[in-house]
Each structure stands twice: as structure tokens, then as C-alpha cells.
């Protein structure tokens, strides 16, 4: 069995609207994943599944040997940590160190283990400079890593970041880079909701498509951003670098701003 795995979930919110409708999943430990789809697809609901932010009105949702509804969120969270979309909706304390350290400390670690954790955070997400600072005074683009050091210091196996490109620039974006590959190698479970194609194609080894509540496909980025009517389904655009290819006729499926420059290359020297 998968370490995750999401067997015929429906969610339906208290007022009657269905979310998601009917998703089975497998994810293995230690994987790095995409999900993509246009706003409504149901990509938030499906993942706040996971943590037990949301409980699945039908179907089981099962972590390593939990099942989500047997389990509190809180119990859920030390074993799934979820970064919102809008850093403002989770952070609450003055500093970005007691941020950061709050987790840690809700799980009762012994205090040695709480500095070099959150310290480990701080250095990993570039905030160790901003510890002292009101998360408040900074900017939107830095709060949002504030949000994923907070996750990173609780040390979960699995770690869901919602949007996390939103609002960022090249520089933020190479460090997001950055975090996933580091996170990847300490063997963390990584699932991530983007609206970045290039990003997607260039940090995830699977990418989920969601289209109208359900799971319309499931490969790796070159799969999915070279399957054109899947694309067209959920309303989503390859990255430019595959579209700038294909409209100078390069045969080949380009998913990378390196790939695109050899292509070029070759296909000038034909």
C-alpha cells in the first residue's frame, strides 16, 4: 500500500456543493508532486483532505496506517504540515521566530531540539535574517516563507504548500526551487498546488491534472504538458517554452528552458 492513499473521496460542503467528486489516489513516501487544474477544479478541498482540514463526506483517506477520520486535525497535522495560500490566514504571533517555533513547541520537543529545528528553517527558507522582525512588516512574497519555515520546523513527513509561487518573483521562485530539491533529498513527502507551469515542469517529477472536481490525468510533466486535449479539458496552457517550440515547428517535447535551447540549436543546424 501507498503511504497515502485516497480511495473514491467525495467532499461536499455543509451548504450541498460538491468539491470533489470521486478521487482515488496513490502517493509513495518520499514523492514530489504537482497538482494542477483552474480555480474551482477542486485542488484546495483535495488537499486540505490530507491534513484533515477537511474530512471526506464519502471514501477513506488514509495516511501511512491513519485514517484521516479516525484522527484530529491536530493529531493529522504532525504528520502532514499545510501551508495556506495566504500566508495572513496562519500566521498570529509577533516575530517570525516565535512563528517559526510554534509548532515545534506544540509538539512538546524537548527545547534543544525545538532551536535546532527552527534554526534549520530559518537558514533553509533565507528568514534567518528577518527572526527578530514583525512577519507583519514584511512583504506578502516574504511572509509566504515565513508560513513554509513553520512547516519545515515541525519536521512533518509530508508537507502541502498551496500556491506557493503566487505572488513571486524570479528570485523567489529559484529559492522555492531550492526548498524542494533540499526537502526531496531529506526524503519529505511533497505535494504542491501551482498555476506555474514552467515552475511545475521544472520542480516536480508528477503532476496531477484536476478538471470539474475529479482527477482527469496523472504523469510525469512531459506527459501531461505534451497531452493536448488533456490540457484543453482543464483549461490550462503548456509552458511558454513548449508553446514557443511548437510554434517554430521544433518537433520535440520541450518542457524546460534548457531543452528549449538545444532544440533550437539542433534544429538550426539541420
Known sequence: ??????????FQYPGGFLAVDGVSLSIEKGENLAIVGQNGAGKTTLVKLLNALNYPTEGEVRIGEMD???????????????????????????????EVEFGPKMLKLPPEQIKRQVDDALKLTGM?????????????????FVTIASIIAMNCEVMVFDEPTAGQDFVGNERLSAIIKELSARGKTLVTISHDMVFVGDNFSRVIVMSNKKVIADGSPREIFWNLPVLDEAMLKQPYVSRVCRALGIDEKVISMDEAAEAIVRAAKA
Open 1 to 10: 500500500m501507498a503511504y497515502i492513499e485516497l480511495k473514491d473521496v467525495k
Open 68 to 98: 484521516t477520520r479516525e484522527h484530529t486535525t491536530a493529531q493529522v497535522s504532525r504528520v502532514v504540515g499545510y501551508v495556506f495560500q495566504n500566508p495572513d490566514d496562519q500566521i498570529f504571533h509577533s516575530t517570525v521566530y516565535e
Open 128 to 144: 534567518k535574517r528577518f527572526a527578530r522582525e514583525n512577519p507583519f512588516n514584511l512583504p506578502l512574497s516574504v511572509r509566504k
